[in-house]
């Protein structure tokens, strides 16, 4: 059974649009009446510096709420330096600017370290198809990132991020109400609950045969994996080649990643809901064992 376009098109308008999912994992921390003004008034107080982010991002074809990174990195002090040697409005570290062709002397440069901050920013995009992981990454680097996604075993943010520095998180947290205060956090949320539809895992089984293409998304111990298989006419053995160890980890977390083909994957988003019912309803069900 493979989902037609009617379905996969649902299931990208639902992730867009519902509100319930932004809310699960990702929200502003900071929606006060005083963060709002304080942000809005930075912005203000720097509308010419602002003007040039703005234009520079939207000529890389890049979005104007990437101006709120350089708000949160220096309120566009194109003459600071953090206690840790990043320099000017996108608090380039040597390295980082030397990277992409920047000199040490030029990371206080307005116009040479923004242009080196849309290359970075397209580059970074290209590689992790959300803002919120670009964010991140742009923060504590892609080693970091690697890292954290390795360990947490997924490349979605609201699940590796437990694994990133603690500065990181917060930063994370802080441009989410950069974002809240400039109105564009919708924007941004639609964004990575998109990226979350569209990426694509490799998994490679016990069985040492090739690695075959996998969607992921999260499910907790409500589900019952028999009506899971049942609802996409799938083998519960099939299931659970996709999914080793998922009962153990259901059991003693209460939630767990669900590796799906990416052909099921659509198919088990609009049936999600219905899928939870059935599991509640028919809970006597014996537990699958492997």
């Known amino acids: 059974m493979k989902p037609n376009l009617r379905n996969i098109i649902c299931t990208a308008i639902l992730l867009l649009a519902s509100p319930?999912?932004?809310?699960?994992?990702?929200?502003?921390?900071?929606t006060s009446e005083n963060s709002v003004k304080r942000y809005r008034s930075i912005i203000n107080a720097n509308k010419e510096i602002v003007d040039f982010i703005e234009y520079s991002l939207v000529q890389k074809g890049l979005p104007r709420h990437l101006r709120n990174l350089a708000l949160i990195e220096s309120h566009f002090n194109r003459n600071i330096t953090s206690g840790a040697g990043a320099v000017g409005v996108w608090q380039f570290m040597t390295a980082h600017a030397n990277q992409y062709g920047l000199t040490e002397q030029n990371r206080n440069d307005l116009y040479k370290s923004t242009k080196t901050a849309t290359v970075s920013l397209a580059n970074l995009y290209k590689k992790y198809n959300n803002w919120i992981t670009v964010v991140a990454a742009?923060?504590?680097?892609?080693?970091?990132?690697?890292?954290?996604?390795?360990?947490?075993?997924?490349?979605?943010?609201h699940v590796f991020y437990k694994f990133l520095p603690e500065e990181t998180i917060n930063h994370v947290k802080k441009y989410l109400n950069a974002c809240?205060?400039?109105?564009?956090?919708?924007?941004?949320?639609?964004?990575?609950?998109?990226?979350?539809?569209?990426?694509?895992?490799?998994?490679?089984?016990?069985?040492?045969k090739d690695n075959s293409q996998l969607a992921e998304t999260d499910i907790n111990a409500g589900f019952n994996l028999n009506i899971i298989a049942d609802e996409l006419d799938v083998d519960v053995e099939k299931l659970l080649s996709w999914n080793p160890g998922i009962n153990d980890e259901l059991k003693q977390k209460g939630q767990s990643i669900l590796y799906l083909p990416t052909d099921l994957m659509p198919d088990f988003l609009l049936r999600k809901t219905k899928i939870l019912s059935r599991s509640v309803k028919e809970s006597n069900t014996p537990t699958i064992r492997q």
């Open 138 to 157: 742009y923060n504590c680097g892609e080693g970091n990132i690697a890292k954290a996604m390795a360990a947490a075993n997924s490349s979605q943010y």
């Open 180 to 208: 809240y205060a400039t109105g564009e956090l919708q924007n941004v949320l639609s964004n990575y609950n998109s990226s979350r539809m569209n990426t694509v895992f490799f998994v490679k089984g016990g069985s040492g």
């Open 20 to 30: 319930f999912v932004n809310a699960q994992f990702l929200a502003a921390s900071d």
